[in-house]
């Protein structure tokens, strides 16, 4: 559970700066690149991001529809515009988020499915949610050729190098292969 609305909006804005970090590798020509016909770009997915955090969850905490533009280049265009349109939508969810008290985190919200859950799930699920997209950022960066720093510090082959594994964590027999 989300303890307090403080611990929350110190998570969360580290986490969006974990996202953010794919936007900052980009150049102006990575934007609206897709990897495939139909799907969505670079510019559609942060401009996803931005609109859905302060668009749906911001109003529904507040007990609001939905009212998500989408992700259209209408919204934003080039690399800074779409970094100014995540700014803003993040700082103004952030200043909702923060008005939110540590009862209110417990209280029921309403999703735009009609479901009804206690705002702390409605936004652990927004986390969950920009975790999946930012998956997304991080491999098609890396279709691109853009290097990204690791999310935790380490690369994988950094985090290998680093580990002492012990006997008892190796498999003993094939079947565990």
């Known amino acids: 559970m989300l303890q ?3 611990s929350f909006l110190a998570y969360w804005r580290n986490a969006r700066s974990r996202t953010v970090r794919v936007l900052d590798s980009l150049e102006p020509e990575d934007l609206e690149w897709a990897p495939a016909p139909g799907a969505f770009s670079f510019g559609d997915l942060f401009r996803h991001l931005a609109g859905v955090e302060r668009f749906m ?9 939905s009212a998500y533009l989408g992700h ?57 949610h920009e975790a999946h997209h930012r998956g997304q950022l991080y491999l098609m960066a890396s279709l691109r050729g853009r290097a990204v720093s690791p999310l935790f ?25």
């Open 4 to 6: 307090d609305t403080p």
């Open 57 to 65: 969850w911001a109003e529904n905490v507040q007990g609001r529809p």
């Open 72 to 128: 259209g280049a209408d919204l934003a265009t080039g690399l800074a515009g779409v970094r100014a349109y995540l700014d803003r939508c993040h700082a103004d969810s952030l200043a909702i988020f923060g008005g939110l008290s540590d009862a209110d985190l417990l209280a029921p919200c309403q999703n735009p499915s009609g479901s009804s859950m206690p705002t702390w799930k409605w936004l652990r699920a927004m986390t969950e």
């Open 153 to 177: 510090g380490l690369t994988e082959e950094q985090l290998a190098a680093a580990s002492k594994p012990g006997e008892s964590q190796k498999p003993t027999t094939d079947e565990h292969r």
